[in-house]
């Protein structure tokens, strides 16, 4: 059974920084293009936010957080990342990541809470 488990989410004030992570056990994040998702509110639909191709070599972005959040992986852990800087209160969401061939699966996502 494949479980993605997202965490490092939290309350930080505009401006600052978070680094998510997903750890992703019952199939290898190599060879997979992944995706980060976020939804602001309940009852709202999944925003796409970032993907990593399966060759690590190309990454793309939602404007709303190009030049500001990076996507990476590290094999080795089974792990997928999302370093989230420059952080402002519109990025408010719980944030979920699954591999991009649908269907997709979901977590339980992590809160992040950008406020003053």
């Known amino acids: 059974q494949v479980q993605l488990v997202e965490s490092g989410g939290g309350v930080v004030q505009p401006g600052g920084s978070l680094r998510l992570s997903c750890v992703v056990s019952?199939?290898?994040?190599?060879?997979?293009?992944m995706d980060w998702f976020r939804r602001a509110a309940p009852g709202k639909d999944r925003e796409w936010v970032a993907?990593?191709?399966?060759?690590?070599?190309?990454?793309h972005y939602a404007d709303s957080v190009k030049g500001r959040f990076t996507i990476s992986r590290d094999h080795d852990k089974n792990t997928v990342y999302l370093q989230m800087n420059n952080l402002k209160p519109d990025d408010t969401a719980v944030y979920y990541c699954?591999?991009?061939?649908?269907?997709?699966?979901w977590g339980q996502g992590t809160q992040v809470i950008v406020s003053s």
């Open positions: 019952g199939r290898s994040v190599s060879g997979h293009s």
């Open positions: 699954t591999f991009s061939l649908p269907p997709p699966i």
């Open positions: 993907q990593i191709s399966r060759t690590d070599d190309v990454t």
